[in-house]
C-alpha cells in the first residue's frame, strides 16, 4: 500500500540542521535571550509536532494493515459460512470495511496538516537562526558597544549570555514513541518583555539596533523614530528600546500581524492537532465499544432501505437497532457467539501457490490466502449456481412421460374411451390401478421397432446397417455396393458418430 510518508520524512530530515547550536555570542543580553527564547520555545513545539505527525501515521498505517487482514477473513469467512450464519458476518465484514476507509481517509487527511506543521517548524527556526545573527553582528567602532545588547556593562564581551539550549537544537526523532500529539501551546503565559528589561544594569543603558551600518553589521544609534523587527517580530526595537512581543494575541487569527513566526506556527499546529487527535485503539471484537458506531448504523440502514424499497430509513429508526440486536446480538455474549466466534471457527479453503488446503479461519494469517479462500468459495458457489441449468439443457423431466408404456398410463384409469382413441394404446380393466390403459400389441411392435432403429440394428448395437443386403436392395444414401458385399457409406458412418458424441456431450457436466 501506497502511504506517501516520504516528502514528509525528507522536509523534517532537512529541519534538523537548520538551528545550529549556539556559539557564545548566540544570545548577547536579555532581551536578545528572551527573544530567542521565545522562538525556541515555538521550535520545540513544532518539533514535537513533526515527531508526533510520524508516531501517528505509523500508527494508522498499522491500524490499515490490521484491518486489511480482518476484511480479507471476514469476507472469506462470510462466504463459506453456514447459510444462517452469512448474514451476521456479510455485515460484520461490511463494517470492518468502512473502518479501513476511515483509517485510510485520516492518513490521508493527516499529510497536507503535517506538512505545515513541519513547514512551520523550518520557517520558526530559520527566524531564530536569523535572530541570534543579528546579535553576532551587533558591533560598533566603539569598544564599549561593541556588544551591543549584553545583560551586563562592560563591553568586552565578558557578560554575554552564553547557556545553549540543548532541547531547542536536539535533532528531530524519526521514530518516536507512537502516540499523538502533545498538549497545545498555552501562548498566554509569554507576555510583553518591557522595553530595556534586563539588557542593562546601573552603569550601562541597552543601545538599539536600527541599520547596518556603513563598516558592515548592524549600527546603533541614539534612538529611531520607526519600529524595526527581527525574528519576523519577536523582537520589535524603537525609540523606547529593545521590547519583546506579547504572545497572547498570536492565540487569535490575525490579532498579531507584527508576529509573523508565531502566527504560522499556531496555525499550522492547530491544523495538525485537529487531524491527530487521539484515537481509542479498534477492538473489533469488542462488541460494546463499536454497536452505536454511527458506520455501522448507516450499513444497516441503507441495507434496510434495499430490502423494503424506501428512500430513507435513518439511522437512528428503531427499526435499524432490532436488526442489528438480530444480526449481531444485543450484547457483547451473544455477538461473540453469532459472529466472532463463528468468525474464527470457519472453515476456510485455499491454496498457497503448490497444495490445496483446508484450515479454520483463526489458524490462517496471510491475506493472500483470504483472498484466495473467498476467490474459490465465490468460484464453487457460481458453478453449484449454474448447474441446474446446464443439467436442465441436457436431461429430461422425470415428471413428463416419455416411454410408450408410461404415455399410455398417463392416459388415467377413469378414460377409457380417450385411451382407446389413443394409437398404440388400448384399455384393459383387470390390469391394475394406474396401469388400465396400457400398450396394445401393436402399439408394443411398434415402440420396439423404434428401439431397434434407434439402436442401430436387431442386436441393439450401433454397428453396419447395410452389411448382408444384397445388392439391389444396397441403395444411397446409407449404403453402398463395394466389390462383392455391400457397406454403410461414409454419410451413415458419420451420422452415427455424430449421434453418439452429442448422446455422449449431453452427461457431461460443464
Known amino acids: 500500500m501506497d502511504i506517501r510518508m516520504i516528502t514528509l520524512l525528507e522536509v523534517i530530515s532537512a529541519l534538523s540542521f537548520v538551528v545550529t547550536a549556539w556559539t557564545d555570542a548566540a544570545a548577547s543580553n536579555a532581551v536578545g535571550h528572551a527573544a530567542t527564547t521565545k522562538l525556541c520555545t515555538l521550535i520545540k513545539h513544532n518539533k514535537k509536532a513533526a515527531?508526533?505527525?510520524?508516531?501517528?501515521?505509523?500508527?494508522?498505517?498499522?491500524?490499515?494493515?490490521?484491518?486489511?487482514?480482518?476484511?480479507?477473513?471476514?469476507?472469506?469467512?462470510?462466504?463459506?459460512?453456514?447459510?444462517?450464519?452469512?448474514?451476521?458476518?456479510?455485515?460484520?465484514?461490511?463494517?470492518?470495511?468502512?473502518?479501513?476507509?476511515?483509517?485510510?481517509?485520516?492518513?490521508?487527511?493527516?499529510?497536507?496538516?503535517?506538512?505545515a506543521a513541519a513547514a512551520a517548524l523550518g520557517y520558526t527556526a530559520g527566524r531564530l537562526d536569523e535572530t541570534i545573527s543579528v546579535f553576532n553582528q551587533a558591533v560598533s567602532s566603539t569598544p564599549a558597544s561593541q556588544y551591543c545588547l549584553q545583560a551586563r556593562s562592560g563591553g568586552n564581551g565578558n557578560h554575554k549570555i552564553t547557556t545553549e539550549d540543548t532541547?531547542?537544537?536536539?535533532?528531530?526523532?524519526?521514530?518516536?514513541?507512537?502516540?499523538?500529539?502533545?498538549?497545545?501551546?498555552?501562548?498566554?503565559?509569554?507576555?510583553?518583555?518591557?522595553?530595556?528589561?534586563?539588557?542593562?544594569?546601573?552603569?550601562?543603558?541597552?543601545?538599539?539596533?536600527?541599520?547596518?551600518?556603513?563598516?558592515?553589521?548592524?549600527?546603533?544609534?541614539?534612538?529611531?523614530?520607526?519600529?524595526?523587527?527581527?525574528?519576523?517580530?519577536?523582537?520589535?526595537?524603537?525609540?523606547?528600546?529593545?521590547?519583546?512581543?506579547?504572545?497572547?494575541?498570536?492565540?487569535?487569527?490575525?490579532?498579531?500581524?507584527?508576529?509573523?513566526?508565531?502566527?504560522?506556527?499556531?496555525?499550522?499546529?492547530?491544523?495538525?492537532?485537529?487531524?491527530?487527535?487521539?484515537?481509542?485503539?479498534?477492538?473489533?471484537?469488542?462488541?460494546?465499544?463499536?454497536?452505536?458506531?454511527?458506520?455501522?448504523?448507516?450499513?444497516?440502514?441503507?441495507?434496510?432501505?434495499?430490502?423494503?424499497?424506501?428512500?430513507?430509513?435513518?439511522?437512528?429508526?428503531?427499526?435499524?437497532?432490532?436488526?442489528?440486536?438480530?444480526?449481531?446480538?444485543?450484547?457483547?455474549?451473544?455477538?461473540?457467539?453469532?459472529?466472532?466466534?463463528?468468525?474464527?471457527?470457519?472453515?476456510?479453503?485455499?491454496?498457497?501457490?503448490?497444495?490445496?488446503?483446508?484450515?479454520?479461519?483463526?489458524?490462517?494469517?496471510?491475506?493472500?490466502s483470504f483472498a484466495n479462500a473467498t476467490f474459490r468459495c465465490l468460484q464453487a458457489k457460481r458453478k453449484e449456481a449454474l448447474k441446474p441449468k446446464i443439467q436442465q439443457q441436457h436431461c429430461h423431466d422425470s415428471n413428463t412421460p416419455h416411454k410408450p408404456e408410461e404415455v399410455c398410463n398417463a392416459i388415467g384409469d377413469a378414460n377409457e374411451t380417450g385411451c382407446n382413441k389413443t394409437p398404440g394404446c388400448h384399455f384393459v380393466a383387470s390390469k391394475g390401478e394406474g396401469k388400465k390403459c396400457t400398450l396394445s400389441e401393436e402399439g408394443g411392435k411398434a415402440a420396439a421397432k423404434q428401439e431397434e432403429d434407434k439402436a442401430g440394428g436387431k442386436d441393439g448395437k450401433t454397428g453396419p446397417k447395410c452389411t448382408g443386403k444384397k445388392k439391389n436392395d444396397c441403395k444411397s444414401p446409407d449404403c453402398k455396393w463395394e466389390g462383392e458385399t455391400c457397406k454403410d457409406s461414409s454419410i451413415l458412418v458419420n451420422k452415427k458418430l455424430a449421434l453418439m458424441l452429442a448422446d455422449f456431450m449431453s452427461w457431461v457436466t460443464f
Open 51 to 115: 515527531e508526533s505527525t510520524t508516531a501517528r501515521q505509523k500508527q494508522l498505517i498499522a491500524e490499515i494493515v490490521r484491518l486489511r487482514t480482518l476484511s480479507l477473513k471476514s469476507e472469506a469467512a462470510a462466504c463459506a459460512a453456514e447459510k444462517d450464519d452469512t448474514a451476521a458476518l456479510t455485515l460484520f465484514a461490511d463494517y470492518v470495511q468502512a473502518k479501513l476507509r476511515q483509517a485510510s481517509g485520516r492518513l490521508e487527511n493527516l499529510a497536507p496538516k503535517a506538512s
Open 167 to 368: 532541547l531547542c537544537v536536539a535533532a528531530i526523532q524519526l521514530e518516536p514513541a507512537p502516540g499523538v500529539a502533545h498538549t497545545k501551546y498555552d501562548y498566554s503565559r509569554h507576555t510583553a518583555l518591557a522595553a530595556g528589561s534586563g539588557a542593562s544594569d546601573g552603569t550601562s543603558t541597552s543601545c538599539q539596533l536600527t541599520k547596518i551600518a556603513s563598516g558592515g553589521g548592524y549600527e546603533n544609534t541614539g534612538g529611531v523614530a520607526n519600529q524595526v523587527y527581527s525574528g519576523a517580530g519577536a523582537l520589535k526595537i524603537d525609540s523606547s528600546g529593545p521590547n519583546i512581543e506579547a504572545l497572547a494575541a498570536a492565540e487569535a487569527d490575525d490579532s498579531a500581524p507584527n508576529i509573523e513566526a508565531h502566527q504560522k506556527a499556531r496555525q499550522a499546529y492547530d491544523k495538525f492537532h485537529a487531524a491527530a487527535a487521539a484515537q481509542t485503539t479498534p477492538t473489533e471484537n469488542n462488541y460494546d465499544t463499536w454497536k452505536a458506531d454511527d458506520r455501522l448504523l448507516e450499513l444497516i440502514a441503507k441495507t434496510l432501505e434495499a430490502q423494503t424499497n424506501k428512500a430513507k430509513i435513518e439511522k437512528a429508526d428503531s427499526a435499524v437497532t432490532a436488526a442489528r440486536d438480530k444480526l449481531l446480538g444485543g450484547d457483547q455474549v451473544q455477538f461473540t457467539s453469532k459472529v466472532w466466534d463463528q468468525l474464527q471457527k470457519t472453515n476456510l479453503t485455499y491454496s498457497d501457490g503448490t497444495t490445496l488446503k483446508s484450515e479454520l479461519a483463526e489458524e490462517i494469517s496471510s491475506d493472500e
